[in-house]
């Protein structure tokens, strides 16, 4: 078990260090700020609908290592999934970092799994859920922006 909470945080570090879609979108559609006042994480996303399909997706932001990694974890989980199906892992996730959901399998999660340990951390789960908090809110078009603490 060491060997693997060894890996997860090399992915999770590597993805701080170097995040990937981590650009403004100059042709987003969509978009949406969030932030999470308890750690200092702040995060837009950008999207491109193609109907209900999400086409093109990036980030930009700055904060924690959890926040800005698993925003660039999401922005390559999402790329390609429809509306639906981002709601769905979203709840996956939530779940799992929260360790709720009994019997939700990380496997279903690809490499997002590699957050199942923030569940031992409840300070931050709010880091690494900030991101789909704010994605959700650009999938529902709202324009404000999202607070962890609202
Ligand atoms: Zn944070």
């Known amino acids: 078990m060491s060997d693997l909470r060894e890996l997860y945080?090399?992915?999770i570090l590597d993805h701080y260090k170097?995040?990937?879609n981590f650009q403004k979108m100059e042709c987003a559609n969509?978009?949406?700020?969030?932030h999470n006042p308890l750690c200092g994480d702040e995060i837009t996303v950008y999207l491109q609908?193609?109907?209900?399909?999400?086409?093109?997706?990036?980030f930009q932001g700055a904060g924690c290592a959890i926040s800005q990694s698993a925003a660039s974890l999401m922005t390559t989980a999402l790329k390609g999934k429809t509306k639906a199906e981002a709601?769905?892992?979203f709840k996956k996730?939530?779940?799992m970092v929260t360790g709720e959901g009994n019997g939700a399998d990380p496997m279903e999660l690809g490499k997002l799994a590699?957050?199942?340990?923030?569940?031992?951390?409840?300070?931050?789960?709010k880091c690494a859920s900030?991101?789909?908090?704010t994605l959700h809110a650009a999938l529902e078009g709202k324009d404000e922006s999202v607070s962890t603490e609202s």
């Open 9 to 11: 945080q090399q992915v």
């Open 18 to 20: 170097r995040p990937r």
């Open 30 to 34: 969509r978009h949406a700020e969030g």
């Open 49 to 58: 609908m193609d109907g209900d399909v999400i086409k093109e997706i990036s």
């Open 87 to 89: 709601e769905e892992l």
């Open 93 to 95: 996730f939530h779940d």
């Open 114 to 125: 590699v957050f199942c340990g923030v569940s031992e951390f409840p300070v931050r789960v």
């Open 130 to 133: 900030l991101p789909w908090h």
